[in-house]
């Protein structure tokens, strides 16, 4: 938690947003301090401390530049320094762990920067936002501070106290740094004594005066640095939410024949109409099928006692043609209507059943139950060839 920040302030800043009235100021190491818009831990920023005796002045305050990220006293001479290791103190823990329990007394600093950083977790994808004080004031944390000394110098080096997040920004973080929001809570922290109402400094901040706001991935590196830092952009789940509500059912437009022929049955409502229908797509098989079934279907009218008028399907048939049909086939075929099959004359003459070469029809001879035909009279073998 709190492992970004922005701090630009001048020198001259510091003193007037930690509340010190006028109070004189010692600056120490200030040479080192170059005002950034990601500063990171191993970074050098400005605190506010109470002057010791070797300082030259007891009564007054130091703006010491130091690191941000404790390195305990303790630490070897020969240990390379990792000032990410420690660079927040939880307040639940620092009177227990020794790191930071020795630092209460009389090494509290305090922080000042614009505003700093904190990224939303969802999935893989982090969102980092900015967060500050609405009317731009500087943001002041409470901070402990230690000295270790290598083979070669001195370092100071500091460390962020944080607590539980707010109501209003735990959906970011649980964590959050301890801010000092008044000049009360600013003399409380530096006051020499051990006093029992840290508790109350400890307490998350609820003022309603905190605004954040998304900032640019890229400032996630450490290289990256300058106004684009802070500059407002737009989160990914807000481009997220828009694009679902923003999204339209992509349709492809309809043929232009479907619209045509829609407009014409609208156009011309009432008037009988015949739509020519393409000729539907069949397999193989399907064609033979067809074939069959449409010459026997032929075959059946043809033994039928009056075949049914075929018309073309461009015309409508009338009464009058059906009266027609029975005989005459040449008006029919003036009328359009297809002559496919022959007439009801043609019918009756094929039906006919075969006479004698004399042109007179055979009649079957009468037989009378019980009764032996006569000789002489023709019998039913007279008719056929005997074997």
């Not at 230690?146 to 001195?154: G, P, R």
């Not at 740094?177 to 400094?201: H, Q, Y």
């Not at 000729?279 to 079934?293: A, G, L, V, Y």
């Amino acid at each position: 938690m709190c492992g970004r920040a922005r701090c630009t302030l001048r020198p001259d800043d510091f003193p007037r947003a930690c509340h010190l009235n006028g109070r004189p100021v010692r600056h120490l190491n200030m040479d080192g301090y170059r005002p950034s818009y990601n500063v990171a831990p191993g970074f050098n920023v400005p605190v506010v401390r109470r002057a010791d005796d070797g300082d030259g002045n007891g009564n007054g305050f130091v703006l010491h530049c130091m690191k941000w990220g404790l390195i305990p006293s303790f630490t070897k001479k020969t240990e390379k320094p990792d000032y990410f290791r420690m660079f927040n103190a939880r307040s639940e823990s620092i009177r227990e762990k020794a790191s930071f329990r020795r630092l209460l007394p009389s090494n509290r600093c305090l922080v000042s920067v614009e505003g700093f950083y904190e990224w939303k977790k969802d999935g893989q994808k982090k969102q980092p936002y900015y967060i500050h004080f609405k009317d731009g004031r500087p943001l002041v944390f409470a901070a402990l501070f230690d000295s270790w000394k290598n083979s070669e110098e001195v370092i100071y080096t500091f460390t962020i106290v944080t607590t539980s997040s707010s109501s209003s920004l735990e959906w970011l973080h649980d964590r959050m740094p301890v801010i000092l929001g008044d000049k009360e809570s600013t003399d409380l922290w530096l006051n020499d004594a051990f006093s029992s109402d840290l508790d109350k400094i400890f307490k998350p901040y609820e003022e309603s005066d905190l605004a954040w706001y998304p900032v640019t991935p890229a400032m996630g590196k450490l290289s990256y640095d300058g106004p684009e830092c802070i500059k407002k952009v737009k989160a990914e789940e807000t481009k997220s939410i828009s694009r679902f509500f923003s999204t339209k059912v992509s349709r492809s437009p309809e043929p232009e024949l479907e619209k045509t022929t829609i407009k014409e049955e609208i156009v011309e409502a009432g008037k009988p109409k015949c739509i020519e229908k393409k000729p539907e797509i069949h397999s193989k098989f399907e064609n033979t099928r067809m074939k069959d079934e449409t010459i026997e279907a032929g075959h059946q009218k043809f033994v039928n006692e009056e075949p049914e008028p075929q018309h073309d399907c461009h015309e409508s048939i009338t009464k009058e043609d059906e009266n027609d049909s029975k005989g005459d086939v040449a008006t029919l075929q003036s009328k359009g209507v297809c002559s496919m099959k022959r007439g009801y004359d043609e019918f009756s003459t094929a039906a006919k059943p075969f006479a004698k070469e004399t042109g007179r029809q055979h009649k079957s001879p009468e037989r009378k139950r019980g009764k032996k035909p006569t000789e002489g009279q023709p019998t039913l073998f007279s008719f056929f060839g005997r074997s």
